[in-house]
């Protein structure tokens, strides 16, 4: 058993079994925001990182090669929890996918709550904190990630009182009155406080995360610290705060000057026919994102001839998310559809109105697109940050190129000088897509330098920095240990307090 001064728990490994393309099974780095967030954090730590490896662990079912002790650029050590088939349909699919992503981005489609389902995510919360308490050295500092989590930081301290604990959320934390629809609600929170720190994207995030645990547990908080009681009048404080998560600016931007990228941004430009204006999108396919609201203003621009067909393209690259809940069908299905309408109306041999690639793209094709796009397209109902926004910003070290992108995302906070748009209002869109498009180049220049400074000083490197340093600071809890392991004594207590305050309310 190894033990280590900084644990990362998350749902998923930053690696992933695939298969090359003689069939045989090989690990490759996995998609998504949080891996490219946190990959930059771990180089050089004396870390490990607990989670998921994304394949089925059932009696019978075809062994995994091992994942090799270090890879290429991975310096620190992987501990896999398995998770069956039945137990991804239940805690993933069903809990984290149908009840809270919905839930957190403001019930865009309608969440569903199922007993079994969040039995399924107790269960296996619990697993993950009996492997971060395995393999944590004494003393160190455990940073549980994300919304499939909520509940290890309170089990992890229940088994481990030693730790330093911190928890960050990814997605939006919702307004109350939304948060209150959860049956588990106090169950939830509870989780969450036993953390040192809990992170939140944005200070609105922090802020709801507050009001409910006043309306629950009845607990105010002073300033951003809530003193949590436990068991036998003891106390500990948990620090609430925002902590905007940004991308690896320094390591995209060398990148994006690289001479490859150059030629491939020239290669892109022509194999698209060298439009005037190049419109892009890239998301993973979720209704989160508002990949249909973009486009359906893009249509309707074209038909209305405010954008001519001859001269505009739109790219969109969209990577398969989550295809076992019936929801991520539907989105596919309308996304398609307005795909192949616009293409059947105004398309022309050898030249689509828009570009559709449903796959997963390796970073460099990413940036070459990037810098190829004219306008970059970012229009989510709801995201707790959006790393898209901030990864096209950075790429553009040639300071052209403009931003759209929804009031209703993390980035907005930190990226004002784009072209800010109501992802709700279809108007208000056409109005963006169209202003960023006819802006004067000084103009966009000038807004570009501005984001892409703000992005340059604010990397993900500085976001796990603060997190870490704050949670380094937090007065120590580890006193409380014994009282911890009554936790469920303590949760007791919480829950007569929260009783009256609920029926108060
Ligand atoms: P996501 O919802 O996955 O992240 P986002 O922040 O945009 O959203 O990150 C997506 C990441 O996946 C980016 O790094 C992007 O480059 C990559 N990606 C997207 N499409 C791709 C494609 N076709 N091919 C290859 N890579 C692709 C969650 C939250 C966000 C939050 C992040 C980080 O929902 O709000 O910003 O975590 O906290």
């Known amino acids: 058993m190894s033990s280590d001064d900084l644990v990362i728990v998350a749902n998923r490994l930053p690696v992933e079994s695939a298969r090359d393309e003689n069939g045989n099974r090989i690990w490759r780095r996995s998609p998504g925001g949080l891996v490219s967030a946190l990959e930059p954090v771990m180089k050089g730590a004396n870390a490990s990182w607990i989670g998921w490896n994304g394949s089925y662990q059932d009696p019978g079912s075809e062994p995994l090669p091992p994942i090799p002790e270090t890879a290429d650029d991975r310096d620190y ?39 079994h389902q969040f039995d399924s995510y107790r269960k296996i919360n619990m697993r993950f904190a009996e492997a971060a308490a395995e393999h944590a050295s004494p003393g160190s500092v455990v940073w549980v990630q994300d919304y499939q989590l909520q509940l290890v930081p309170a089990m992890l301290r229940s088994l481990r009182p030693d730790l330093k604990i911190g928890f960050f959320l990814h997605i939006p934390f919702p307004a109350p009155d939304l948060f209150m629809q959860l049956p588990w609600r106090r169950e939830i929170v509870l989780g969450l406080l036993g953390a040192d720190v809990v992170g939140f994207q944005t200070a609105g995030g922090a802020r709801n995360f507050l009001d409910v645990t006043e309306r629950l547990l009845g607990l105010p908080s002073v300033g951003n610290k809530v003193e949590v009681p436990g068991p036998h009048g003891a106390r500990r404080t948990c620090l609430v705060d925002a902590f905007g998560i940004s991308v690896d600016s320094i390591g995209l931007a060398a990148k994006a000057n690289s001479p490859e990228i150059e030629d491939r941004v020239e290669q892109i430009r022509a194999d698209l026919g060298n439009p005037k204006t190049i419109l892009l999108g890239v998301d993973r396919l979720d209704y989160t994102k508002g990949i249909d609201v973009r486009l359906r203003a893009y249509t309707e621009l074209l038909h209305e001839g405010k954008l001519d067909p001859n001269e505009t393209v739109l790219v969109q690259v969209a990577t398969p998310s989550r295809e076992n809940v019936d929801e991520y069908q539907r989105i596919r299905d309308d996304v398609e559809m307005i795909v192949s309408r616009t293409n059947g109306d105004l398309g022309q041999i050898g030249a689509p109105a828009i570009y559709y690639m449903r796959n997963s793209l390796p970073i460099e094709e990413l940036i070459a697109l990037y810098k190829a796009a004219d306008i970059m397209l970012v229009t989510p109902l709801r995201d707790g940050m959006n790393l898209v926004s ?52 000084e103009e966009r220049k000038r807004r570009m330098r ?27 809890n580890a006193g409380e240990a014994e009282d911890q392991q009554h936790s469920s004594e303590g949760e007791t207590a919480n829950a007569s307090t929260s009783t009256t305050t609920d029926k108060a309310k």
């Open 77 to 115: 050590s992987i501990y896999e929890v398995p998770l069956s088939r039945g137990e991804v349909e239940l805690y993933y699919d069903g809990f984290s996918n149908s009840a809270l992503w919905p839930l957190y981005h403001d019930a865009i489609v309608t969440p569903t709550y199922h007993r």
């Open 390 to 441: 901030k990864e096209y910003v950075v790429s553009r070290t040639d300071d052209e190129g403009a931003l759209v992108l929804s009031e209703f995302t993390g980035a907005a906070n930190d990226l004002p000088q784009s072209w800010l748009v109501n992802p709700y209002d279809a108007d208000g869109v056409k109005s963006g897509i169209i202003a960023a498009a006819h802006a004067p180049l």
């Open 450 to 476: 501005t984001m892409r400074s703000h992005v340059m000083h604010n990397d993900v490197q500085k976001w796990a920095r603060d997190f870490l340093g704050v949670l380094k600071r937090q007065e120590s």
